[in-house]
Structures are given as structure tokens and as C-alpha cells.
């Protein structure tokens, strides 16, 4: 089963479970530590988890990776606003994943599509390879498990594989143009420094610009895209007419 933003939750635990590539077991202590909100009871009082359950539970999977105890996903979640869509619950897990050093590890295929949160069939597998996700290796893959949840979450995507890999090829550019002239603008700052000095800063600054460039791209992705379907020729326009 799926569902979209405008459906009501219609994935069972097990879906929910598979999606994520986790146990039902782990779903099951999540909720009951409140981590993830309870699920939406239907006929027979079975309960159903969208979206957004399944965006928490790619954060708080996601947090747990980076070494995070319990308590202080606990804490971390707290902190957020209670009715994050998941589409920003998407950009904290990009900017909590964005924390990590590179992470590529040579997988099975079944461990390929367990880390994927899907099944992966043999076209799929060719568009991840295609995106630089993953490629092959004896007896099966070498993943990028950074970017494999992005990947797989673009198979769904309605674009062809040329529009993504020229996307790709736009978002690569300009945001190397945009760590290099900050790379320089944070030299200036700490040329004179004590060593120590520059590696705090470093790393308190990572994370930081990380989010502010998510936030600023965000923001100017939907000013764009808000203009190009209200505009004239958009269908947004004609729909609203």
C-alpha cells in the first residue's frame, strides 16, 4: 500500500517496517518510547502510519547512525515542531546525515535493498548506478549509504533518468562554486589563528552552513517553483482560473 500528502495513512507496521528497513520490533520500542507518533486506528483497530511516520523513522534511524543515544534522539526530537510534513522532516535527516563522513560499503543485493527501505528491481538498480549511488562489486554492490535513501527515494520520481542526472550535474556545480568561495571567505577569518581554534570552528561550522544552505536552497527552489505554476503559462494558473 501508499500513500500521498493528500491520503489518509494507509501503510500497515509490516509496510511501514519494510520501508524503513527496519524491524516491525524497533517500530514497536520507537512508539512506545514516543518517539513516533501512534498510528491512525482504522477497521478492526488496525493501525496505519503515512508520510510522516515514515520520515521520523528515516530521522531517528538516521541520528541512531551518527552514535546518538537514545536520550539525546529523545531530546533532539523535542525540539522540533510537533507537526513537521514530511517533506522538513526530510531536510533534518539531510542535514543530520550531512554530519557523517563519506560512507560507502560493498552490500549484497538483499542488504542493498534492506538499507534501500524497498525491493529494487534490475532497472532500479541500473538508475541507482547511473546516479553515482552505487556501483558494482564482486558478489554485489559498493553503496553510498548517504545518498542510496535519496536515490531509491527518486525512482519514484516522475522524471526521466536524463532530467535527474542533468539535476545532478547543476546541484554538483554550484554547490562546489559555494563551498569553495566559503572555504575562502572562512580562510580570511582564521588565517592568523591557533590550529586548535581552526578545528573548532570547522567543526561547529559544518553542520551550520550545511542547514543554512538547505534552508536558503529550499526557500528559493519553492519561490521559483511557486512562480513557474501561478505564472501565465503555468498550469497552476490556468488551474486556479
Given amino acids: 500500500m501508499t500513500t500521498t500528502d493528500t491520503e489518509e495513512p494507509t501503510l500497515t507496521i509490516d509496510e511501514l517496517a519494510a520501508r524503513a528497513g527496519v524491524t516491525v520490533r524497533t517500530v514497536r520500542f520507537y512508539g512506545t518510547k514516543g518517539l513516533l507518533p501512534p498510528p491512525v486506528l482504522g477497521p478492526r483497530r488496525v493501525g496505519h502510519y503515512g508520510r510522516e511516520h515514515l520520515a521520523r523513522l528515516a530521522l531517528i534511524e538516521e541520528l541512531r547512525q551518527q552514535g546518538m543515544t537514545l536520550a539525546g534522539i529523545e531530546r533532539y526530537l523535542r525540539q522540533l515542531p510537533p507537526d513537521l510534513s514530511a517533506h522538513d522532516l526530510a531536510i533534518h535527516r539531510a542535514v543530520v546525515a550531512s554530519w557523517a563522513p563519506e560512507s560507502v560499503e560493498t552490500v549484497t543485493p538483499a542488504e542493498l535493498e534492506r538499507r534501500a527501505g524497498r525491493p529494487l528491481g534490475e532497472e532500479d538498480v541500473e538508475r541507482l548506478v547511473a546516479m553515482g549511488v552505487v556501483r558494482p562489486a564482486d558478489g554485489g554492490y559498493e553503496a553510498d549509504l548517504g545518498l542510496l535513501r535519496l536515490g ?32 575562502q571567505l572562512f580562510r580570511g577569518e ?3 589563528r591557533d ?20 534552508t536558503a536552497f529550499q526557500r528559493s527552489l519553492k519561490e ?3 512562480e513557474w505554476l501561478t505564472g501565465p503559462s503555468g498550469s497552476g494558473g490556468s488551474a486556479a482560473g
Avoid: C, F
Fill in 152 to 183: 531509491a527515494g527518486l525512482l519514484d520520481v516522475p522524471l526521466s533518468q536524463e532530467a535527474i542526472l542533468a539535476a545532478r550535474k547543476v546541484l554538483v556545480e554550484h554547490a562546489r562554486a559555494a563551498a569553495r568561495e566559503l572555504s
Fill in 190 to 192: 582564521v588565517a592568523e
Fill in 195 to 214: 590550529a586548535r581554534d581552526v578545528r573548532s570552528l570547522s567543526a561547529h561550522m559544518h553542520p551550520l552552513v550545511v542547514q543554512a544552505l538547505l
Fill in 224 to 226: 521559483e517553483l511557486g
